[in-house]
């Protein structure tokens, strides 16, 4: 059978089975209530203190919303795809049918992807409220959709990927969970503690302005040197660019106001992440008798400027994770199979 | 036979781990024919099956379906084969008629034809009352026939049903016998494997039985048959049929009775007229002079009670 003629009879079968069930609509349900409500108070909150232009914030929270709550549905729309229809007794047989192992999987991870897509569909009408507020820019609205799309693709291939590595359906979902955590979480984890275990020795020069007594002139004093520790969060930035956060808020053109702030909350985060990469300065000099050494520091949108994305980076790790899965995937549902799992049911 | 037409297996032989679940396993399956798979459980037909149906690989030996090499070449095989399983699963929100239609796509089938199929299938399992309600509401005779139907979707020629009339009601047992003998005239090959040996009897032109992983040889299956086995008579005066068996030379110690009639060991068929033509002579009013037991009943039960002696028929 022709490939995606295969495919497309798996997805309608996947789809089919979605769209019967009533739990996928409840999901919908509660999911649009609560993107609602984030979309009022945000939307009352930024109003309120942003003045005009505030859709760039609004729609930047609610793309970030969904991103966190598509990551939590996602592995429970796919971790079960392929152990579960095992379980059922229906995987067997499909696999003596003309489809391939290629084309039951990655049938089974289109669909997983479209369901969870759909969660995006139902975000569409505050999406558009956040563009109505102003200050939006097009290229946020693209490039924001289309990485939160792959992003979601991403887990649902690694969601399907272990359902087909792992034999019991409760295990996978969970270990799918723990995968989208590693992402998530494990990344600001591993990039915090790293950051504190390795620390650099700071020499600070401070010379103090030494006043006379009764008067308003001063002399500079001698120059003393104090010596503390400075975490290097710098030496373990790249590990930041491995969380789909950073990698979504790192990949949209950035927004600047015209002081330099940030006008989303993609380019905060964005920000943030890059002013990590400038090492810490060791060996500082502060003068506070000499105030013409006074610099104002750069601002956001200079260290924004000066440092480099990372987002590629992270979304190639991500790219490489999903494929690996789906073709771990597809290796392990190839009939006649040579190995089973001990304890595992063919039919 | 030739290698090109029905089923041919040969030294096949395949373990999980420490269990050795098919060890060696030779038989044969015509064309036009039904093939009995006759085995205790936990004897490995299931095993034997999911290698047909091109699931397992086998360790070892050769299997050809219709020619074609079920390792080598799975895609062609699937074509042909029609897999029944015995584990009774269905895509339960999907309704009878959906289930049938989707199968048919994923034979390549394109839509029109897939539901058309589909139609055809639901009147020939008899599910016409029920194509349009979800597959749970199924009783278990009811999914054993939409999973017959399900191996029928491509119209194959080579049909694998495990365990098919498991679950069914009398009426249900009868029409599907009809069934298949008419899928095997039609000039398929059909191997069925059951332990309801009744039914099999009635079904299967020939047997295959499976012993511990391993086929019985033909020798030790022939010898099995024409072991002595009782025969049950019946007779208007019941009291007068044991007089006259012995009168007509059979040990009085070998006659027994249970609650429908005598039975006394019968060796085969001649020796069968033998007696009966005693017991008329004797002027016994005979109303009813039949094997107590089936003919595959009979060979599997002696078979079970005695195990292949060391060298004895199984041969590498």
């Known amino acids: 059978m022709k490939l995606w003629a295969g495919i497309g009879v798996i997805v309608g079968l996947e789809l089919r089975q979605r769209v019967r069930g009533v739990a996928w609509y409840v999901l919908l349900g509660v999911f649009v209530v609560l993107i609602g409500i984030v979309t009022v108070l945000v939307g009352l909150a930024t109003t309120s203190f942003g003045g005009e232009d505030s859709g760039g914030w609004l729609y930047s929270l609610i793309i970030y919303f969904v991103l966190m709550l598509g990551t939590l549905i996602a592995p429970a729309l796919s971790g079960n795809a392929i152990n579960g229809e095992r379980e059922a007794g229906t995987l067997a047989t499909i696999q003596v049918t003309l489809v391939s192992a290629t084309q039951i999987v990655l049938g089974k991870f289109l669909a997983a992807w479209i369901a969870t897509l759909a969660f995006l569909v139902a975000s569409s009408p505050f999406l558009v409220v956040a563009a109505a507020l102003g200050g939006l820019s097009v290229g946020t609205v693209l490039v ?27 295990f996978s979902i969970v270990v799918s969970y723990l995968a989208v955590a590693a992402l998530s979480l494990g990344t600001l984890i591993a990039f915090g503690l790293g950051g504190v275990a390795i620390q650099s020795e700071v020499k600070a020069t401070t010379v ?82 000499n105030s013409a050494t006074f610099e104002p520091g750069p601002s956001q949108e200079e260290t924004y400027a000066k440092t480099v994305p990372s987002w590629f980076v992270g979304l190639l790790l991500h790219l490489v994770l999903a494929a690996g899965a789906l073709s771990w995937a597809i290796a392990r549902t190839k009939t006649p199979a040579r190995k089973l799992a001990v304890g595992r049911r063919v039919a | 036979m030739s290698d090109t037409a029905g089923i041919v297996v ?86 009878v008629r959906t289930t049938l239609q989707i199968t048919a796509r994923l034979y390549g089938m394109g839509a029109t034809r897939a539901a058309a199929r589909a139609d055809e299938l639901v009147r020939l399992i008899g599910l016409d009352d029920l194509a349009d309600r979800p597959t749970r509401v199924l009783s278990r005779g009811q999914k054993q026939r939409l999973s017959l139907a399900r191996a029928l979707v491509h119209d194959p020629s080579v049909l694998l049903l495990d365990e098919p009339a498991s679950g069914l009601d009398p009426t249900a047992r009868v029409e599907l016998r ?5 899928l095997a005239q039609e000039g398929r090959t059909v191997l069925v494997s059951s332990h309801v040996l009744a039914e099999l009897d009635e079904l299967a032109d020939a047997a295959v039985y499976i012993e511990g992983g391993a086929s019985v040889s033909a020798e030790r299956v022939a010898s099995a048959a024409t072991r002595a086995r009782p025969w049950r008579i019946r007779a208007l005066d019941p009291g007068s049929i044991a007089p006259a068996l012995v009168a007509s030379g059979v040990a009085a110690e070998s006659i027994t009775a249970d609650a429908t009639g005598i039975l006394v060991p019968v ?6 007229a033998v007696v009966l033509a005693g017991l008329l002579q004797s002027g016994v009013a005979v109303t009813s002079f039949a094997p107590a037991t089936g003919d595959l ?14 060298g004895d028929g199984i041969r590498l």
């Open chain 2, 178 to 182: 009809v069934l298949v003998r008419r």
């Open chain 1, 144 to 170: 924001s959709l289309l990485v939160l799309a792959v992003e979601l693709g991403v887990i649902a291939a690694i969601g399907v990927g272990l359902s087909a590595i792992l034999g019991r359906p409760l």
């Open chain 2, 10 to 95: 040969s030294g096949v032989r395949r373990s999980f781990g420490d269990v050795h679940a098919v060890k060696n396993v030779t038989f044969e399956a015509r064309p036009g024919a039904v093939t009995a798979l006759v085995g205790p459980n936990g004897s490995g037909k299931t095993t034997l099956l999911l290698m047909l149906a091109t699931l397992i690989e086998p360790d070892a030996g050769r299997i050809r379906i219709a020619g074609h090499d079920p390792v080598t070449d799975p895609v062609s095989v699937r074509a042909l084969i029609g897999w029944m399983p015995d584990v009774l699963g269905s895509w339960a929100s999907l309704t």
């Open chain 2, 267 to 272: 060796t085969g068929e001649e020796h069968a």
């Open chain 2, 297 to 310: 009943e009979h060979t599997f039960l002696d078979l079970q009670a005695r195990p292949a002696e060391p």
């Open chain 1, 208 to 289: 103090q302005a030494v006043y006379e007594d009764g008067s308003d002139s001063y002399t500079c004093g001698p120059p003393t040197v104090s010596t503390y520790s400075a975490p290097r969060f710098d030496l373990f930035w790249p590990i930041l660019s491995a969380n789909p956060y950073v990698v979504l808020a790192d990949a949209t053109p950035p927004q600047f106001s015209e002081y330099g702030s940030p006008t989303d909350l993609f380019t905060g985060v964005a920000s943030l992440v890059r002013a990590v990469q400038v090492p810490p300065d060791l060996s500082p000099e502060f003068d506070y008798c």
